[in-house]
């Protein structure tokens, strides 16, 4: 019997406007909304709603606006009846994942991911980082180029997110010699990212260890649905191997791609992103491309979820 994953986005899906469609047709994803203002003592809702686009960029602002748009998409689905065999969240979605899976509460995630953002936000100081997508490099090349450009800096793999392409983060002079090197070796682009700091690489270390007591302190429980954790590209069921996971993915590389062929390799056929945009919808079809993903983010997605479903049922 066919499997469904339930995927959730992460940094840089966010768009102004996002989850409004969701809030004005749904009175449970309104709540979800309410609940995130109250906890965070600022309108977050406001901020995906309307803006201004600078401030919903900023990385602590970001990352609770686009983990409640994802549980705001969540509830709706599982008020329709819609449930998952595993989840799994890039990045940030990973928090969502867990909130998903019962492991966390939304309260909590939505605390721990603002903080999440400032940690990551300030451990590194402006213009001294920086991150950079690398298209259709060769296999078996980015080790060494990854080796070549550092010359006694920092630049490693941050997302391994599909064979077409992989994200490297690291000190700002090792990143563009790393571009170089790149394109020499005959990938077909490499395109600097607008980040305000180099995620999941060393130089995060700094915001990890801010981060400990806050998820030390925070409760995790059993998952009643199976993780596919983006630091070993494992399954994950209990409360400590979530938290463990949080802990680990902030200087290390999120294995996208992995993650995805786990899911498959234990039966997942449907995949549904849930929350704004769609760019994990489109790694899919780079991973594998007999992947078809389906998205829930916004009320207008719905009608072709349902078909979807009717189909598979």
Known sequence: MSKTAFL????NSQFVGMGRSLAEA???AAEVFQTADAALRFKVSQLCFEGPEEELKLTEN???ALLTVSIAAQAVLRSKGIGMDYVAGHSLGEYSALVAAGSLDFIDAVRLVRKRGQYM???VPAGVGAMAALLKLPEGQLERVLAEAAQDEIVTAA???SPDQVVIAGHAGAVARAMELAKTAGARRAIPLSVSAP???PLMEPARQRLKPDLDSTAFRELAAPLINNWQAAEVRSGAEAREGLYQQIPNTV???ESIHALMQR???RFIEVGAGGVLTGLLRNIDSSLAGLKFGEAADWEKLAASSAGAG
């Open 8 to 11: 959730f986005p992460g940094q």
């Open 26 to 28: 749904y009175p449970e």
């Open 62 to 64: 970001q990352q609770p």
């Open 121 to 123: 936000q300030e451990a």
């Open 159 to 161: 997302n391994l997110n």
């Open 199 to 201: 995620f999941h690489c």
């Open 255 to 257: 294995r996208w791609s």
């Open 267 to 269: 039966g997942v056929t």
